[in-house]
């Protein structure tokens, strides 16, 4: 029986890069891209989120990308893209790992929320060992083909709304349960949890994290394990 569920952002919280881009430069390049239709992209997202769109909306406008894209490819090409980012050696944040798979071992229920998508997320939860995995869900045709829309953006209010939902389908009381996020964005969720901690900088993490008694974690890397370099190894910075 479980004693409890431990939710974890996914991005720049476990790993050390926004896996949507990442990978989408990945699944571009494969395709014969330059680099001239990343930036294309990337660009334009950046110009939305610059003029205050919602990042709800800024994820739905990236999913569009993979209009007409079998989701068996996306899925190959997920693995792929993990199996050459991790082996670039600084792929983990040593302490969330850890802290996942000391729940794992402690009985809890180990769940990644992301707004990515499970072709990128789902090798990451294998390799760290997490349970379950809540994220942005593509719409796919009759063909498994994907239309550009998406059920619903995992970013904000759906992160905290998916929890609420977990904790009551798995009969879980709030109070076993811990929460790790990087973002302002993940505050919906770590609000919930009984124990949130956080790693980064963001100025509204932050000040939500001085007013109650959070978890401060470290950017030490790490490997799948949760064990820290012995060397000081950096984060390539991808938008």
Avoid: C
């Avoid at 990337?42 to 739905?60: C, E, H, S, V």
């Avoid at 709030?174 to 790790?180: C, E, F, Q």
């Amino acid at each position: 029986m479980s004693s409890g569920a431990a939710f974890f952002d996914v991005d720049e919280t476990v790993i050390t890069v926004k896996s949507m881009f990442t990978f989408l430069r990945f699944w571009l390049a494969e395709q014969g891209d330059d680099g001239t239709e990343y930036a294309r992209v990337t660009d334009d997202l950046k110009q939305r989120a610059q003029a205050g769109a919602p990042r709800g909306d800024i994820n739905r406008e990236y999913y569009r990308t993979y209009r007409g894209v079998e989701y068996t490819a996306l899925v190959a090409a997920g693995q792929r893209w993990f199996d050459e980012f991790a082996a670039g050696g600084a792929a983990f944040y040593a302490e969330p790992v850890r802290a996942l798979r000391d729940h794992a071992a402690a009985g809890v229920r180990t769940v990644l929320l992301s707004g990515s998508f499970a072709p990128a997320i789902a090798p990451v939860a294998a390799a760290v060992g997490a349970d379950h995995i809540i994220a942005t869900e593509p719409l796919l045709d009759e063909h498994g083909v994907l239309t550009g829309e998406v059920r619903k953006p995992m970013i904000g209010a759906a992160k905290g709304e998916a929890v609420v939902e977990y904790l009551r389908e798995h009969a879980i009381s709030v109070n076993d349960t811990w929460g790790y996020g990087d973002h302002a964005t993940d505050l919906p969720f770590l609000w919930l949890v009984a124990r949130p901690a956080y790693r980064g900088d963001d100025p509204k993490l932050v000040a939500a994290a001085r007013s109650g008694t959070w978890r401060l974690l470290s950017d030490r890397l790490g490997d799948a394990e949760g064990n820290e370099f012995s060397d000081d190894r950096k984060v390539a910075s991808v938008w």
